[in-house]
């Protein structure tokens, strides 16, 4: 089943040459992507234009068989695709590690106590549990990182986003990272400038060059 699909997406920003000139994107149940490119060629817009947080001039874009053109199209989206952003500091606003893992289960309705429920077994699923009523801002980089995976996991998305997970890991941190996303079950769209990354967790690699997706 085919999950996202960016059929001839054009997109620029104000006063700049196209980054996106008729890109083209599949994703599939269980698939793992990797988006590579030189920085500024798109691949982080790509992820944006996936949940409606940009919009192309032209194109089609269809996730979970129903094509997306208006902001209420993407509140679905955005609760069945989770994105782990660049810059952890984007992600992380609550004043403590549980608050910001309980708030996206609290805004989709649920209970203070099963928000509660959740965040437990999310930071025992990716062993962080020692971490649970740290200040967010005082974490490491590491530390943050590892946390803004686990607010979107709270979410139990259908498919994962990642957006330069590695950045600010150590070398301990990123293979636990690796060990923990290798163990998940979700289709994952990937962007990371490290090779190792990308062939360990989606070999499966689109090079995004002069505006469209090759074959890498």
Known sequence: MTLISLEDICFAYPGQA???????????TGQRL????????GKSTLLRITLGLQRPSSGTVTIFG?????????????RRVGLVFQDPDDQLFCPTVA????FGPLNLGKTRDEALSIVNNVLGDLDLMHLKDRITHKLSGGEKRLVTLATVL?????VLLLDEPTNALDTKNEARLLEILQS??????LVSHSPAFR???APDELDLRDGRLMPA
């Open 18 to 28: 196209p980054v996106l000139n008729g890109a083209n994107l599949h994703l599939s």
């Open 34 to 41: 990797s988006l590579t490119g030189a920085n500024g060629s």
């Open 66 to 78: 129903q094509e997306r053109t208006v902001e209420a199209d993407f509140h679905d989206v955005r």
């Open 99 to 102: 608050e910001d893992i309980s």
């Open 154 to 158: 709270a979410m139990e998305p259908e």
């Open 184 to 189: 998940l079950p979700q289709a994952i769209l």
């Open 199 to 201: 062939t360990a967790l």
